[in-house]
């Protein structure tokens, strides 16, 4: 089945796209350009979904179009790998970035002409101070900075050391180029900036041609007049660098001036999406890798089952602000049930087994039943499945001496097997230890299909079930959240890790459908959740995945046979 789009690509109104429609109102602009421009120094998470669907929404809305820039002023943390995982995670999530695919390297000799061109007009001067001496002499908040030694040197004297510079002369950390603004600015991002640093490392794209690289904040928003972005979209952590950004459209012949305006990025609670953190779980080994499926990355979530269209809903949900919050998890969850419900189908698998054995059911007998593939979907279709002498079911649906209001296997109660029949528990086998080990049943044949006998009784409880001889054995994860607590601490997140945060059920038991499924996407357990089948799986023994669970299990399947 096909999730249908339209309703979450339908845009939503924020202030930004506000902005957007005033601009082409005004004739300020015929055609929208923005970008999502990571730096590829991690996988994509769900905050970047964010800011992908934002931006590349937008340019869908209004007919303009939207680049995909990534900037990679830092080798030293940038990796192909990355690179390859953001392009791939854009495209997963829906987005195509045409033809428009840039990297801030892309500028760097643009870039560089400009650096020369500020230091000729008196803007720009090569400092020899170590780092340390220019943390100390930056100020603080309350206080202003102090000027560097070096900010007097002459024109020619700055070309002369830049150049040297870039030429490799010198080891890294002798020297920075700085723009020359104000070291008592009230905002500490004017107070002479750093625009080249040197690093004597090979570049993803560039390899070895450079060895002085540009500050991030010197080829962002450069970069983006370069691309003649109109609206340059970012996080509210910036607006302190938009002074900044614009100090430098003002003071360098760039072909366009592009605006910016920021939004307040995604915060999810239980949830870190700090890329530094998320760095550490990978390298400690806290989870198994960027795409573990409790991670909140966008490859995480693809592999625990997650629908593109489900992170589309949920970005549209929160909608865009401009206060930070944070957003509950289960807000998640819920975008993920909802269209999973709508597209999911349904199959049958047992997480912890308790075998049964039908008395009344020939010895040897087999026969096909019909199950609906989708509840609500006549279009989904159905499939066969088989009934024998003997099943599985779940071990928590029988109870020995149950309680009144427990509807379902106890002795003497009979219930529905969805799609089979009724069946009545007479006994429970245990072994010398005195656990349950098997339950001993009867059927009625006049139920055939889970239908109401012509007596017209009734049950209060449909059961999944497999069929013992069929079902195949394999294993399901489980996931919880990563952290115990809402609000980790990412300056200590170890300890705030949960240490059940992945439990592995070995010894399940799915009907045989399951097992020959290749699909990566996520089916409904009946009863159980989402689950989707995990890249760990061989051919024998296929591993699912649980991609989220069902809220209201019980008030969806006491009614009847209607899932
Ligand atoms: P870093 O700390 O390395 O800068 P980052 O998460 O900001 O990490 P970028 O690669 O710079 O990573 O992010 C690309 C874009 O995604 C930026 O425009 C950024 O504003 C946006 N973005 C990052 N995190 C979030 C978030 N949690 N919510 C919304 N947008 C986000
Ligand atoms: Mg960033």
Redesign the pocket.
Known sequence: MTVDDTETREAGRDFIRDIVQADLDAGRHKTVVTR???????Y?????A???C?NFGIAEEFGGRCHLRF?DTNPTKEEQEYIDAIERDVRWLGFDWGKHLYHASDYFEQLYAWAEHLIKAGKAYVDDQSQEEMRINRGTLTEPGKNSPWRGRGVEENLDLFRRMRAGEFPNGARVLRARIDMAAGNINLRDPVLYRILHASHPRTGTAWCIYPS?DYAHGQSDAIEHITHS???L??EDHRPLYDWFLENLPVPSRPRQYE?????LTYTV????VLTELVRGGHVSGWDDPRMPTLAGLRRRGVPPAALRDFVKRIGVAKANSVVDVGLFDFSVREVLNRTAERRMAVLRPLKVVVENYPEGQVEELEAANHPDDPSAGTRKIRFGRELYVERDDFMENAPKKFYRLTPGKEVRLRYAYFVTCREAVKNAAGEVVELRCTYDPATRGGNTPPDGRKVQATLHWVSAADAVPAEVRLYNPLFTRADPNAGNFAADLNPNSLEVLADCRVEPALAAENATEAVQFERQGYFCRDKDSQPDRPVFNRTVGLRDTWAKVSGGGKG
């Open positions: 999502f421009p990571p730096e590829p120094n991690g994509l998470h769900i905050g970047h964010k800011s992908i934002l900037d991030y979209i970012c996080t952590e910036f939004f307040a990025r995604l915060n999406l700090s890329k530094r």
